[in-house]
């Protein structure tokens, strides 16, 4: 039988201008994934995902694909935040994300957070690629459940590779149906807001980040390689956003 549901992929590309700045030969989204381009900062090109309706619902499949060429600067925004809601057939949806950086790329993906509303079933799963020169910003932040609401069944993966090795490969997964003790106090200890930030630098290599606390449910791990990432549990999505906010100050200026 057919997939049901929608499918829908965001494509873009952005090289260096040979000016000093980022151009941007492909733009093109589909759907529920309209691209707008915005005012950048020197060299650098910045894309807003903005959704032009509801998604993703049960069933749906979107896809966000970026690669940066050699020096290329690129940032990556979404204009609000991402529901992940109900389908009619109860199939789950998908969201993926493939980031691809070559040798000097520089790439910001900071999307606004997902919201996992009840009786959803969402399954993310974002790849990254970098070359060894390139330098990456990623955040993520995942909303259980609107105020007041149960959540829906989320599962989130992030693997990234640099120079073709393995730097992270991580999965969780929440709401009903998860494995047990997602939300007891080895899991979320009942927080509803959960989120990363990684940063991959090649200047870690000479300076690597200290593993430390950050805040009162936020770790500092650095990684086998010239990066860090920060995981964070907050009770709300503001609160959220001010850790990884003062972690991004930190690590990535």
């Known amino acids: ?43 650098e090109a910045r894309v807003v995902l903005v959704g032009a309706m509801s998604a993703p619902l049960g069933g749906d499949h979107l896809t966000v694909e970026a690669a940066a060429g050699p020096g290329a600067r690129l940032a990556l925004a979404s204009a609000a935040a991402t529901l992940a809601l109900p389908g009619r057939g109860g199939e789950p949806a998908r969201y993926d994300v493939r980031l691809t950086l070559e040798d000097g790329a520089s790439v910001r993906w900071l999307p606004e957070p997902l919201v996992s509303v009840r009786g959803s079933e ?32 989320l599962s989130s993966r992030l693997t990234v590779t640099r120079g073709g090795r393995p730097l992270l490969d991580q999965e969780l997964a929440c709401g009903p149906g998860a494995p047990g003790g997602w939300d007891g ?44 990432l920060v995981t964070a549990l907050a009770p709300d999505a503001l609160r959220l956003r001010e850790v990884l906010d003062e972690a991004c100050r930190t690590y990535h200026g």
């Open 185 to 228: 106090p080895a899991g979320l200890a009942g927080h509803r807001a959960l989120g990363q930030l990684l940063v991959v630098d090649p200047a870690f290599a000479e300076a690597p980040p200290a593993a430390r606390v950050l805040g009162e449910y936020a770790v500092v791990t650095p990684l086998a390689g010239p990066a860090v």
């Open 122 to 153: 969402l399954r993310v799963h974002t790849r990254v690629a970098l070359a060894p020169t390139a330098r990456l910003l990623l955040r993520e932040e995942q909303v259980l459940g609107r105020s007041g609401e149960a959540p829906g069944r």
């Open 1 to 43: 039988m057919p997939a049901s549901g929608l499918r829908a992929t965001a494509r873009i590309h952005a090289v260096a201008d040979g000016r000093g700045g980022t151009a941007l030969p492909l733009l093109a989204g589909e759907g529920p994934l309209a691209l707008r381009r915005t005012r950048g900062s020197g060299a």
